[in-house]
């Protein structure tokens, strides 16, 4: 039994309740950064900069959780190199996705050496998922290793990002610039790079009419861009235009901590082991430290704590248009969506914070759910990494797995080459395209078809939703092979195959004997062709999505 930490509006860890967590567990402790994470003594403005030297062995576009961690890894790797990290606002950002790590980016975070990271942030352990359907529950747990069960974490998204650039400014070999890449420096050939050699640096806000002085800076090696999902430079890689899938609408539950480790744990599939508590004051969440999906609203309704005495809630919005706030539109659509996914007769105390959170919210915010294949770079000098390169739904929250393995692949190839030599860089991209595939194909891929089955806008679409969660509840390997999917650890599109055309079966099934709830009625032989049209449609959920994930 330990204290987790909580931390107050000054980010000081303070005591709280004691829980089940093991003591070694990253999110206690301290991170040995910690003093640099509110410094701005390391950080040169671009009036600075325009005075110093502008030649780099690195330069890296983007301080978020991607651009950081690679910068640091490039420092650790690479000693005597001078790296340059260009960030537009170093002040701790505010976003309502990105807080919540699977098990995978765990694992590539301790790889990265910054194991500790997730200290001194109120950071919460997660075990697995909770997920409720038309009033039966299930809960699908993380994994487990040699060394007992694998976790996850959630927290504020810009409190881990601070962490992540205080262990860059702590590097004596790494130069942070606040200011803006205007443009990437390089040969232009038919108006596409062939090859970049640098990046234009511009004042931190740049004037309307482009009368801002730049300065160009030359990197020796590599340029990374890891601008993040609004990249502005992703169009010089990949041309195609960008699928909006749907809208996250952020809320934010206050509460009191948890007093106990009961329902933290519950047997794997299906179960009643849920907590249902009265007082809204409370932790309102069925499985605290999990990930909580509710099922039955307009779209999925995704709940996970930020830290002990916060929880966002993360409620879908299916298709490219978003209801208009300024009618009430918006506000009527979650409160539907709300109240069918935490009935208040099921969840009395989730359903009461809920709507006091939608009325209490002045703003709703929101934001676009994109996918994004990767594109293989054949561009010398640069490399895309992270969100700029790779998009995926948030709804399974495998983002930074994907974006943080893409970096330990990358950097462990790239000591073992010159990084000045653009054949061996074209060698590392070509291998590193290779090994970073499964991994990225299995969670972009289940991000994009698990969000089309539990949106559910047609009945075929409902009919394998419900044909998915009786899959999940049976445990065993239907339920664990899945969840390693979901946490980045089971890096298997074959795997992934197999298990998504079982629940396509077991739908079959389901319809065929008329045993759906979600699709029922009709005569023998409608039912038989309902159910090989609904195989059909879960063909052309996954397939079209794997083979754009295959695409050089």
Known sequence: ????????????PKSESPLDENRNWPTHGTFEYTSYYHSRREIISFKEFSAKSKEFDFVVIGAGPIGAALAYKLAKDWPKSQILVVEKNW?????????????????????????????????????????SYRGRQLHVPYMHDANGQLRGVSFHHGRLVMNLRAACKAQSNILCVEGSVTELVGQVDNGRFTTVRGVRVGPQRMQ??????????????????????TSQFRKQLNERPVELISHFCGLVLEHEPVTSDTYFDGPTGTTSHVSRPVDAKGNPLPMPHNGNVMLDGVGPVLLYQMSERETRVLADIPGPLLPSESNGQLRETLRTSLSRAAPKHLYPGLHAALMRSLDDSRRIRCIGSKFIPATANTIDGAVWIGDALNVRHPLTGGGMTVGLWDVVILTDLLRTHDAANPRQVQRVKAQWQW?????????????????????????????????????????????MQPSGFLSGLLPSPMLLVFHFFSVAFLSVYLRI?????????????YRVYSAFYTLYIAATVILPVIWRELQP
């Open 91 to 131: 002040a701790e950002p505010d976003r309502i996705v990105g807080e919540l790590m699977q098990p995978g980016g765990c694992q590539a975070i301790e790889q990265l050496g910054l194991r500790n990271v997730f200290s001194d942030i109120g950071a919460v352990p997660v075990h697995g998922y909770y997920i």
């Open 1 to 12: 039994m330990t204290v987790p930490m909580l931390v107050d509006e000054h980010h000081e």
């Open 435 to 479: 090994r970073r595939r499964p991994r990225a194909l299995v969670v972009n891929v289940l991000s994009v078809a698990l969000h089309a089955l539990f949106a559910a806008e047609t009945k075929e679409l409902g009919l394998l939703r419900e044909a998915c969660f009786d899959y999940l509840a049976k445990g065993s390997y239907f339920t």
């Open 513 to 525: 004997s008329d045993k759906s709830v979600a699709y029922s009625g009709g005569s023998l032989v």
């Open 208 to 229: 309307a009419d482009g009368s801002d002085e730049c300065v160009d800076v030359i990197s020796r090696k590599l340029t990374f861009v890891c601008d993040g999902i």
